[in-house]
């Protein structure tokens, strides 16, 4: 298949240590505390339906998604008792409200969800997001595509290193994925399909090829190059077609998924489970890695606990990858849906200073957004907001190839990200602060 | 309860950082460095350690009473040595030793230091260093020297001297101006200088002379992506085309192409001094017109100024316009 070229981007050291063939799965222990945040950095609150000292059995609805903006259904992952609903941990907003599980003993079973009419409100009641990292509820995707799209990429590339959990589920559940892929393909009236691979993957995924291919399936495989799967690129190195700034997929006829959410909407429409668990990479500086089931709401703690792995020896951990993840100070942060790899590290992390922008060019070369990371940082630093957004600053991935790259150790992506959460509300609101007193004068 | 490390995203760097930019540099000088040694012997050897002490000491210096603080590690990666090694490659061979140090205290303090350090500097501190010299010591400036022999005939140690045969000789592009000058005519195609011009069998300063190790230095630059291939690209075609012109209409009157484009620092600029990344432009637009500005200006300074050589004075005037030229050259974002 042609691939086009995009430029940017960076080569990575692998390290994919874990076995992709075997998936393990988590046991729950009695009394163990399960911890569920109502909200991600992307969705509104979710409203709790249960209170204190209810009994809820794994698979119960405990929030539903709030009638504004972007928001996810909360589902029990354990049978338990509501212990709390109060502030608690959550690796990327420090601290929000959320719901707190005592689990008793497990059925292992579930509830199950009411049927629904079609694949978009499967997907809403199920509460299933993209769980490529981003946390974009999927349904929206689903609503906003009908009958324009026609073609459906699967994103099953991880090119972040140490990775490996959405490959173990392309090995092991080849047979769902395809005909979840089918059913998505015959709802939506898509006339392509294209499933995007890493390069040179192993024969492991064979099985998974042979199946989409007597499915008319398109396989893409991509070279091995970080970020080619986000969704703009991924989306122009398969079809040429240029999303542009500000708009979605659907706006050039593109519904693009991530493998793992399709395993997820699998289970949403065949199984009527919503997403409860998913698979977790466990890797970095420790003896076993592996991939496993883990309950969404576990907390690090526990999983630690569980594998017999001891936080004392490790300096770092981080939930997610290497380059988007985030660094976790208190162990009893919950995993969630969009944890794709817990990583525990012990390393010596150089700490350089920053110094001056030597001008060198090369984060320039490696954004693959085509922006100036040097040129956004420097007006930022200045407290030029207005300038930064000029140059775009809003299109930034976040993917961290500038600040890894740069030769200078600037906090470039750091500092991009920080403008593009707080900055810009603030500076968007003086503009408008500056308008109204204007307007009395 | 252990102490977890917090920072944000990306958790990893790259194993490439300054250092290793600053070794490649070094690295592709060596070339043209190892010729003006076979030439000129221990005294230019002796000529780059003194430059490259007083430019690494002026920075450390600099450094510790600006920020209080021991910047050791900034002191080992050697980010003046570069700049050392391009005073002394610029200025002619055989000079008092007082002047490199003048150069190099001028490089670093004002061409570096007083802009705010490296990173921060508009003009490239070497030619900085070297203009001003080449300003105050004219008379110095304009003697070059053509050996006979070469270090191993010269006596291995000799460091004060001039070479013992050394002759005394103008560079092809004065000798031509001042045969024009006097109202003598050029030879149309001075073939019989391109072979030794290409080697470095001429006179001319320390590390110019010779294009093939320059241009193996600058492949260096360029394959590793250090120097944007765009600018001398864009430089050395804008300068023979120009070139090209004058001389066909002036036959007679001005140096053919080829001799122009193998004498003078037109190579050592455009591969070395006009890529150098922290006072040229960051976009690839702004890279050719970089590139041409500098081409056209030398060709106008060499034809119509009194100066035979102005590689160095065009890359001064460029680096002053890199910031207009980086605000217009941005380019648009994927989508935007
Ligand atoms: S983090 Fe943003 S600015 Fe940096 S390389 Fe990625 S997209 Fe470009
Ligand atoms: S990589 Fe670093 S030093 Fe190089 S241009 Fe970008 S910010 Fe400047």
Known sequence: MKLYSIKGGIKLKQNKFADANIINTLPVLDGELFYYPLSNSFCTNSIPVVSKGDVVKAGDLIAKASESGFSIDIHSSVDGIIEDITQIKHSKLITTEGIVIKASEQSGDYTKLTPAKDIESSVKNAGVLGMGGAGFPSYIKFCSSKSQVDTLIINAS??????????????????????????????????????????NTTEQTDKFKQLAKDNSIDIAELPRKYPYSGEKQLIYVLLGRTVKKGEFPSSVKVMIQNISTIYSIY???????????????????????????????????????KLNLDPEQYNRIILGGLMTGTSIADLDTPLLKTVSAVLLLNDKVASHDEEACARCGRCIDSCVMRLSPTGINNSIVQGDIDQALKDDLMSCIECGCCSYVCISSRKLMESIQYAKNFLVKDHIASLEMEKASGGKK | MSEFLMKLPPHQHGKYVMKHTIFILAAAMLPAVCFSFYYYGYRILFAYLLTMSVCALTEWTYDSIKYRKDYLHRFLEFKGSITAAFIVMTLPPILPYYIYVVAALIASLIGKELFGGFGRNVYNPAITGRIAVLVGYSSYMSTFYLPTSNIFENGLFNITTVPIDAVSMATTLTAAKETVAVGGTLPVLMTETWLPSFLGFIPGAAGEVSTLALLI??????????????????????????????????????LDPITQVLSGGIVLGALFMATDFVTSPLYSKGQIIFGIGCGALTVLIRIFSSYPEGIGFSILLMNSLVPLIDRYTKPRSFGG
């Open chain 1, 267 to 305: 289970e949403a429409i065949k199984k009527s489970k919503p997403v409860i668990d998913r698979v977790v990479t466990i890797s970095g500086d420790i003896p076993t890695h592996q991939n496993i089931i883990v309950k969404v709401g576990t907390t690090v703690r526990s999983l630690l606990e």
């Open chain 2, 217 to 254: 230095g600058g492949a260096v630059i360029l394959i590793t992506r250090i120097g944007a291939w765009r600018i001398p690209f864009a430089c050395l075609t804008t300068f023979l085309v120009l070139a090209t012109v004058f001389w066909y209409f002036n036959q007679g009157y001005i």
């Open chain 1, 158 to 199: 991880e090119s972040e290193p140490y990775l490996t959990c959405d490959q173990s589920i392309l090995i092991n559940k080849a047979d769902e994925l395809i005909e979840t892929i089918l059913l998505i393909k015959k709802e939506l009236d898509i006339k392509r399909v294209i499933v995007a691979l890493e390069g």
